[in-house]
């Protein structure tokens, strides 16, 4: 997922007491403070690519197919060669000539989000085919995934890898662990219909095994209970407002799912997150996410107040976060039917496009050189979540992994 990972991570640091990992980490962390940071040849952004680099260069990628663009080769030669020998990624390898090995934090989301990323551009059967192949092998007993193999399943990851899966042509419903299936894992973390988070998904159960709402997770969950993938689907409008109804099937609780963000949408236009002391400021990263899910759910109409407010206020936080914020900014666009080098007047893919190496295909003015510093900095809220994903990084990888024997069919 993009700028709502970086609120994902501090969530999990809220929760790591209960053994719990985290849905992802930060589109751009930050750089050393001490010296800038070397950025490989053929990566788009311009910020330390340690907790984010194979996630930020799959939403480039797919977003750039999304529009019509072709990438660089080199761009694309970057995200393959992240990929170790068992067909899994890791958020970032510095060296990618040196084998993986045990001390390699490999993770769920990384590998789904390349899956995307290279499905969608075609010709990379071979490493799209060994990345599910790992997904399926580290498949929790529940159907789920957490962020790291061995770790409980959350919304989030499991949601993400159902995308993964649809996007290399398997079922989702199929692919079970124990008789379950990732769309029976997301049903049990959907809220019933009732009280002010009716429809909601939560991130995990907290310590006690309550479910608490949360916008990050009730839209990436959306996503995954219709079985898309990161940048949504096509859906005919519903014709009527999203409504909550007893969760029986994975359809229904997107519905409500759906529901559940139109709330916030319709009445100020934005969702709202909070730094630790600091008052609550629109998130435009679970915005967009938002906006996808509910027009994947067939109610684009009750995005348009947040639509209207990504068009105001997107740009202005792409160019502040990275070129994640301004892949998502694509796929949102798209998803509700819009022009997404025409955007407020503003013409996003040539503004991805300038983060990184040039597209071999694409508008006559795109840069062929990567924007400035400035251009694809992190904010300070980012900045504070990449020092949390290391604390995170430092916990999780005392957790065990799980390889499981692959199990596709039933």
Same mark, same amino acid.
């Given at each position: 997922?993009?700028?709502?990972?970086?609120?994902?991570?501090?969530?999990?640091?809220?929760?790591?007491?209960?053994?719990?990992?985290?849905?992802?980490?930060?589109?751009?962390?930050?750089?050393? #403070?001490?010296?800038?940071?070397?950025?490989?040849?053929?990566?788009?952004?311009?910020?330390?690519?340690?907790?984010?680099?194979?996630?930020?260069?799959?939403?480039?990628?797919?977003?750039?197919?999304?529009?019509?663009?072709?990438?660089?080769?080199?761009?694309?030669?970057? =995200?393959?060669?992240?990929?170790?020998?068992?067909?899994?990624?890791?958020?970032?390898?510095?060296?990618?000539?040196?084998?993986?090995?045990?001390?390699?934090?490999?993770?769920?989301?990384?590998?789904?989000?390349?899956?995307?990323?290279?499905?969608?551009?075609?010709?990379?059967?071979?490493?799209?085919?060994?990345?599910?192949?790992?997904?399926?092998?580290?498949?929790?007993?529940?159907?789920?995934?957490?962020?790291?193999?061995?770790?409980?399943?959350?919304?989030?990851?499991?949601?993400?890898?159902?995308?993964?899966?649809?996007?290399?042509?398997?079922?989702?419903?199929?692919?079970?662990?124990?008789?379950?299936?990732?769309?029976?894992?997301?049903?049990?973390?959907?809220?019933?219909? /009732?009280?002010?988070?009716?429809?909601?998904?939560?991130?995990?159960?907290?310590?006690?095994?309550?479910?608490?709402?949360?916008?990050?997770?009730?839209?990436?969950?959306?996503?995954?209970?219709?079985?898309?993938?990161?940048?949504?689907?096509?859906?005919?409008?519903?014709?009527?407002?999203?409504?909550?109804?007893?969760?029986?099937?994975?359809?229904?609780?997107?519905?409500?799912?759906?529901?559940? =963000?139109?709330? #916030?949408?319709?009445?100020?236009?934005?969702?709202?997150?909070?730094?630790?002391?600091?008052?609550?400021?629109?998130?435009?990263?679970?915005?967009?996410?938002?906006?996808?899910?509910?027009?994947?759910?067939?109610?684009?109409?009750?995005?348009?107040?947040?639509?209207?407010?990504?068009?105001?206020?997107?740009?202005?936080?792409?160019?502040?976060?990275?070129?994640?914020?301004?892949?998502?900014?694509?796929?949102?666009?798209?998803?509700?039917?819009?022009?997404?080098?025409?955007?407020?007047?503003?013409?996003?893919?040539?503004?991805?496009?300038?983060?990184? #190496?040039?597209? /071999?295909?694409? /508008?006559?003015?795109?840069?062929?050189?990567?924007?400035?510093?400035?251009?694809?900095?992190?904010?300070?809220?980012?900045?504070?979540?990449?020092?949390?994903?290391?604390?995170?990084?430092?916990?999780?990888?005392? =957790?065990?992994?799980?390889?499981?024997?692959?199990?596709?069919?039933?």
């Amino acid at each position: 997922m993009n700028v709502r990972r970086a609120a994902a991570v501090l969530a999990a640091a809220a929760v790591l007491g209960a053994g719990t990992a985290p849905a992802a980490f930060a589109d751009d962390a930050t750089p050393s #403070p001490s010296a800038p940071p070397e950025i490989p040849a053929g990566l788009h952004g311009a910020t330390d690519p340690t907790y984010d680099g194979v996630w930020r260069q799959s939403l480039t990628l797919l977003a750039q197919d999304t529009a019509g663009v072709t990438p660089s080769d080199r761009a694309v030669g970057w =995200l393959t060669g992240q990929q170790c020998a068992d067909g899994s990624f890791a958020a970032f390898r510095p060296d990618p000539s040196a084998a993986c090995d045990s001390k390699t934090m490999v993770d769920s989301n990384s590998t789904a989000a390349a899956v995307q990323a290279l499905a969608a551009l075609g010709g990379h059967d071979a490493a799209v085919g060994k990345a599910v192949d790992w997904l399926v092998s580290v498949q929790n007993e529940d159907g789920g995934w957490g962020y790291n193999p061995g770790t409980p399943s959350d919304a989030n990851s499991t949601s993400v890898v159902i995308g993964a899966l649809v996007a290399a042509g398997e079922e989702p419903a199929e692919t079970v662990k124990d008789g379950k299936s990732p769309l029976d894992a997301l049903l049990t973390f959907a809220l019933p219909c /009732k009280g002010k988070d009716a429809g909601a998904f939560a991130y995990q159960p907290d310590r006690s095994g309550k479910l608490l709402a949360n916008a990050d997770a009730t839209a990436a969950a959306v996503l995954g209970s219709l079985g898309s993938g990161l940048g949504g689907r096509k859906a005919e409008p519903a014709g009527a407002a999203a409504q909550c109804a007893e969760a029986r099937t994975p359809e229904q609780a997107a519905e409500n799912g759906a529901a559940y =963000l139109a709330g #916030p949408l319709t009445e100020d236009g934005h969702l709202t997150s909070a730094m630790p002391g600091a008052d609550p400021q629109p998130d435009l990263g679970n915005t967009a996410d938002a906006v996808v899910a509910l027009a994947s759910a067939g109610h684009a109409d009750q995005a348009e107040k947040a639509v209207a407010h990504l068009r105001d206020n997107g740009v202005a936080w792409a160019k502040q976060t990275g070129p994640a914020a301004y892949a998502q900014l694509i796929l949102t666009v798209r998803a509700v039917g819009a022009d997404p080098r025409d955007f407020g007047g503003q013409d996003l893919v040539e503004q991805l496009n300038a983060t990184g #190496p040039a597209p /071999k295909a694409g /508008k006559p003015a795109d840069a062929e050189e990567q924007g400035t510093s400035e251009d694809r900095g992190v904010s300070p809220a980012v900045w504070w979540a990449g020092g949390a994903a290391l604390v995170v990084i430092a916990a999780v990888a005392a =957790l065990p992994a799980v390889r499981a024997s692959r199990k596709r069919r039933p």
